[in-house]
């Protein structure tokens, strides 16, 4: 099979992130530019006459939103991956950037945009203590700000568009979170307590036009999120919508009069409910003329126009401007044209159990000789290809989950010979809050457990070849790789971490300051370090705690400025393979953070872990030259023809 090129699945995208601003008159998109991204703006009539604004290699935004003014556009930037974010404005009509948040080591973020305040926004931030973010509101045309709301502890807002806080949200003792309702200034009173077992599937959404009630995604009582409307004067609630089995994920709200209009399940693949007979028309066009899984994401005020997109598992997204007046679809871009014609292959959705009973929605992906999959489990009859060399990908959160739709990661390893099983493992949102809640304190337990019972599963179906097992993943997923090759040390045949946490004690211990407010969902979720039982157990789920049993080789990488795990933890565990003399690989980025974001330093981890699979397993590889590896970049270990004595 020819090799795709790596830059063709993991470079800057050709153009992405189209959108409209409020009024319609505007349209905005992202484009690849010097290998990174630029901001680029015009009208809607003339769209593909748009001209660049803002961006580049290094200054490129990654995400963007209009102000109601239809002037102005927010994106966020930080510094290398600090993630001390800052809000900037852009003036599209002037060119002129502006950083709004202009402190320095603050951390912020857009908390609302409302249409009767076209010119202002309101901003949280931390500038007056590291752990609580106040309420700011700033004028985008000026860039006045001035404090409106001091935090005295909570952990979100929910205002109206008034900019008038309704509720604020706060950490009650194991893991449970309470609203409360603002009634006079400086006087709250209960409006709703969410147990703990309903923390991460109960969550109000947003305030009504009338300001008298909010809806939310609420499991209370029962498994599944189903969406429901709350009174603010008197607390009763009404359900709105509920689907037997599946969690509502994901509301469509009218963006000017914030009448509810739809919602979406995501079980399998991504599902469209209509509220009205309206609203099930766009749906029904918008599906039956692309087919895959639909996206909206953008619409001006008066619904006249909106952007969408359509994810397949075989293709690169598209987007499209849909005039919903005449019901018709106008395609705009692909997001990776090059792709069009490559051998992507498809990607099969599967239900594997877990030893104690669990159901894993999954994802399998093979190369393009047989065997041809016939349901659930792989028919005996393999064929020239099976079993095939299998990457285990790991999702991070640990709280989010994988879907079906183009993986750039899955078709480079397919492309290079790997099957390719991604798992859903419990702890994974989506399920249900019994799926989720079976992860609780189940990191490197259970959770660990599943992602075993799923390449047993491989293996006995003849997918997966036991001696070419890899497992790979990012943050939890990095976790994950290592305490695979930690607890399972003769399973898999190598590892590839990005940014794991190797000490789980330390990584709850230097949160970030403003996750403090979350103390008690960690210690739920993961475990307590603040008493001698939680450390016992962490210390005992902690990878560093048996580093001692790696054997097989590993590559990992880091970001410098990561705020969320050391790079102690990084530097420990390559001290410890470099003097075991383990094989491994080791990629410190200086200037990134949890998640690499510049162009450069995603060719090159990819680069790299191609170059490390190859040399273990003797899979195909594209030529690459260590000397190419950006001055950046620091590479140690004994592998790949590195210095071993050179740390």
Same mark, same amino acid.
């Given at each position: 099979?020819?090799?795709?090129?790596?830059?063709?699945?993991?470079?800057?995208?050709?153009?992405?992130?189209?959108?409209?601003?409020?009024?319609?008159?505007?349209?905005?998109?992202?484009?690849?530019?010097?290998?990174?991204?630029?901001?680029?703006?015009? $009208?809607?009539?003339?769209?593909?006459?748009?001209?660049?604004?803002?961006?580049?290699?290094?200054?490129?935004?990654?995400?963007?939103?209009?102000?109601?003014?239809?002037?102005?556009?927010?994106?966020?930037?930080?510094?290398?991956?600090?993630?001390?974010?800052?809000?900037?404005?852009?003036?599209?009509?002037?060119?002129?950037?502006?950083?709004?948040?202009?402190?320095?080591?603050?951390?912020?973020?857009?908390?609302?945009?409302?249409?009767?305040?076209?010119?202002?926004?309101?901003?949280?931030?931390?500038?007056?203590?590291?752990?609580?973010?106040?309420? $700011?509101?700033?004028?985008?045309?000026?860039?006045?700000?001035?404090?409106?709301?001091?935090?005295?502890?909570?952990?979100?807002?929910?205002?109206?568009?008034?900019?008038?806080?309704?509720?604020?949200?706060?950490?009650?003792?194991?893991?449970?979170?309470?609203?409360?309702?603002? +009634?006079?200034?400086?006087?709250?009173?209960?409006?709703?307590?969410?147990?703990?077992?309903?923390?991460? +599937?109960?969550?109000?959404?947003?305030? +009504?036009?009338?300001?008298?009630?909010?809806?939310?995604?609420?499991?209370?009582?029962?498994?599944?999120?189903?969406?429901?409307?709350?009174?603010?004067?008197?607390?009763?609630?009404?359900?709105?919508?509920?689907?037997?089995?599946?969690?509502?994920?994901?509301?469509?709200?009218?963006?000017?009069?914030?009448?509810?209009?739809?919602?979406?399940?995501?079980?399998?693949?991504?599902?469209?409910?209509?509220?009205?007979?309206?609203?099930?028309?766009?749906?029904?066009?918008?599906?039956?003329?692309?087919?895959?899984?639909?996206?909206?994401?953008?619409?001006?005020?008066?619904?006249?126009?909106?952007?969408?997109?359509? %994810?397949?598992?075989?293709?690169?997204?598209?987007?499209?401007?849909?005039?919903?007046?005449?019901?018709?679809?106008?395609?705009?871009?692909?997001?990776?044209?090059?792709?069009?014609?490559?051998?992507?292959?498809?990607?099969?959705?599967?239900?594997?159990? +877990?030893?104690?009973?669990?159901?894993?929605?999954?994802?399998?992906?093979?190369?393009?000789?047989?065997?041809?999959?016939?349901?659930?489990?792989?028919?005996?009859?393999?064929?020239?290809? %099976?079993?095939?060399?299998?990457?285990?990908?790991?999702?991070?959160?640990?709280?989010?989950?994988?879907? $079906?739709?183009?993986?750039?990661?899955?078709?480079?390893?397919?492309?290079?010979?790997?099957?390719?099983?991604?798992?859903?493992?419990?702890?994974?949102?989506?399920?249900?809050?019994?799926?989720?809640?079976?992860?609780?304190?189940?990191?490197?337990?259970?959770?660990?457990?599943?992602?075993?019972?799923?390449?047993?599963?491989?293996?006995?179906?003849?997918?997966?070849?036991?001696?070419?097992?890899?497992?790979?993943?990012?943050?939890?997923?990095?976790?994950?790789?290592?305490?695979?090759?930690?607890?399972?040390?003769?399973?898999?045949?190598?590892?590839?971490?990005?940014?794991?946490?190797?000490?789980?004690?330390?990584?709850?211990?230097?949160?970030?300051?403003?996750?403090?407010?979350?103390?008690?969902?960690? %210690?739920?979720?993961?475990?307590?370090?603040?008493?001698?039982?939680?450390?016992?157990?962490?210390?005992?789920?902690?990878?560093?705690?048996?580093?001692?049993?790696?054997?097989?080789?590993?590559?990992?990488?880091?970001?410098?400025?990561?705020?969320?795990?050391?790079?102690?933890?990084?530097?420990?565990?390559?001290?410890?393979?470099?003097?075991?003399?383990?094989?491994?690989?080791?990629?410190?980025?200086?200037?990134?953070?949890?998640?690499?974001?510049?162009?450069?330093?995603?060719?090159?981890?990819?680069?790299?872990?191609?170059?490390?699979?190859? %040399?273990?397993?003797?899979?195909?590889?594209?030529?690459?030259?260590?000397?190419?590896?950006?001055?950046?970049?620091?590479?140690?270990?004994?592998?790949?023809?590195?210095?071993?004595?050179?740390?």
């Amino acid at each position: 099979m020819t090799l795709i090129p790596r830059e063709t699945l993991f470079g800057a995208p050709v153009a992405i992130a189209p959108s409209l601003s409020p009024d319609g008159r505007r349209f905005a998109y992202l484009e690849r530019s010097d290998g990174g991204l630029v901001l680029r703006v015009g $009208w809607r009539r003339r769209w593909r006459s748009t001209v660049p604004m803002f961006g580049g290699a290094e200054a490129g935004p990654s995400s963007y939103t209009w102000c109601y003014d239809s002037r102005h556009i927010l994106f966020p930037r930080d510094e290398s991956g600090d993630e001390n974010w800052h809000v900037f404005s852009l003036d599209v009509e002037t060119g002129q950037t502006r950083d709004l948040t202009p402190w320095p080591g603050v951390a912020a973020g857009v908390a609302a945009l409302s249409p009767r305040h076209p010119t202002q926004i309101l901003v949280l931030m931390n500038r007056r203590d590291p752990a609580v973010h106040d309420l $700011w509101r700033v004028d985008v045309e000026t860039g006045e700000s001035r404090e409106v709301f001091r935090n005295t502890g909570f952990m979100r807002f929910i205002v109206d568009d008034d900019f008038t806080v309704r509720l604020a949200q706060e950490a009650l003792e194991d893991g449970a979170v309470r609203y409360l309702r603002l +009634t006079a200034p400086g006087t709250w009173e209960p409006f709703l307590d969410i147990p703990a077992e309903d923390a991460l +599937t109960t969550v109000i959404t947003g305030v +009504t036009r009338d300001g008298r009630a909010v809806h939310a995604l609420d499991s209370r009582g029962r498994d599944v999120a189903r969406l429901v409307r709350f009174d603010l004067e008197s607390g009763a609630m009404d359900v709105v919508a509920e689907e037997e089995g599946e969690d509502i994920v994901e509301v469509l709200v009218h963006p000017e009069t914030f009448r509810l209009q739809g919602y979406v399940t995501h079980r399998l693949r991504r599902i469209w409910h209509s509220c009205d007979e309206e609203t099930a028309r766009d749906l029904q066009v918008l599906a039956d003329t692309h087919g895959g899984d639909l996206h909206i994401l953008s619409r001006t005020l008066d619904q006249a126009w909106w952007v969408v997109s359509h %994810a397949r598992e075989t293709a690169a997204t598209r987007f499209s401007l849909y005039d919903r007046q005449a019901r018709r679809l106008e395609p705009l871009f692909s997001a990776r044209p090059e792709l069009d014609g490559l051998p992507l292959v498809p990607m099969q959705s599967l239900s594997l159990p +877990t030893r104690d009973g669990l159901e894993m929605v999954s994802y399998l992906s093979t190369p393009p000789q047989p065997p041809i999959l016939q349901g659930s489990p792989i028919t005996e009859d393999t064929g020239g290809g %099976a079993p095939w060399p299998l990457v285990l990908l790991v999702h991070g959160g640990p709280w989010g989950r994988v879907a $079906w739709g183009y993986d750039a990661a899955t078709q480079w390893l397919v492309n290079r010979g790997f099957a390719v099983l991604a798992v859903n493992f419990r702890g994974s949102v989506g399920f249900g809050k019994a799926f989720l809640n079976a992860g609780d304190r189940e990191w490197g337990g259970a959770m660990q457990q599943d992602l075993i019972d799923a390449v047993d599963w491989a293996v006995s179906a003849g997918v997966a070849d036991p001696r070419r097992l890899v497992v790979m993943g990012g943050s939890y997923g990095g976790y994950a790789v290592l305490r695979a090759l930690t607890e399972t040390p003769e399973l898999f045949a190598c590892g590839i971490a990005l940014c794991p946490p190797v000490d789980l004690i330390g990584f709850l211990r230097n949160v970030p300051p403003y996750w403090s407010r979350m103390a008690e969902i960690f %210690a739920r979720r993961i475990g307590d370090h603040r008493s001698a039982e939680g450390r016992k157990m962490l210390k005992a789920r902690s990878p560093s705690s048996h580093l001692d049993r790696i054997s097989r080789p590993l590559f990992f990488a880091h970001g410098a400025n990561d705020v969320r795990v050391s790079r102690d933890d990084a530097d420990g565990l390559a001290a410890v393979l470099r003097t075991r003399g383990v094989p491994h690989l080791y990629a410190l980025f200086e200037n990134e953070g949890h998640v690499l974001v510049r162009p450069e330093n995603i060719a090159t981890f990819h680069a790299l872990a191609e170059e490390f699979l190859s %040399a273990v397993l003797k899979t195909p590889a594209q030529p690459f030259d260590l000397a190419t590896v950006p001055p950046a970049v620091r590479l140690s270990g004994n592998m790949l023809g590195l210095d071993p004595g050179n740390p």
